[in-house]
Nanobody, 126 residues
């Protein structure tokens, strides 16, 4: 079992930055695919960024490409999401997810992940 805890959310003005941290415990996430998803009120959970367990290539949603950066620190058992040039439409609850069996083609599908954190709220004011 892997436990995930997100932190770092908050209220920021448009154009500002935040860094989210996902701390894993229970097992090392070294052999896991790790991802960030987000969910705004009334909308479905959507993919933000991820690493597949078999390579170090970062994958991003088009809406965040060039503004967000995902990174992982296997030694610290953490996954980070650096968010720059934030926009009001980035407002959502952000979730960290992990899984050790999903295939690359499922990387952007929330149902493919077995382990989830509780989420952290990000609010961007205009």
């Amino acid at each position: 079992q892997v436990q995930l805890v997100e932190s770092g959310g908050g209220l920021v003005q448009a154009g500002g930055s935040l860094r989210l941290t996902c701390a894993a415990s229970g097992r090392t996430i070294r052999g896991y695919s790790v991802a960030w998803f987000r969910q705004a009120p009334g909308l479905e959970r959507e993919f933000v960024a991820a690493f597949h367990r078999n390579n170090n290539n970062a994958h991003y949603a088009d809406s965040v490409k060039g503004r967000f950066t995902i990174s992982r620190d296997n030694a610290q058992n953490t996954v980070l999401l650096q968010m720059n040039n934030l926009k009001p439409e980035d407002t959502a609850v952000y979730y960290c997810a992990a899984d050790n069996t999903l295939i690359l083609s499922s990387l952007r599908i929330s149902n493919a992940y077995d382990y989830w954190g509780q989420g952290t709220q990000v609010t961007v004011s205009s």
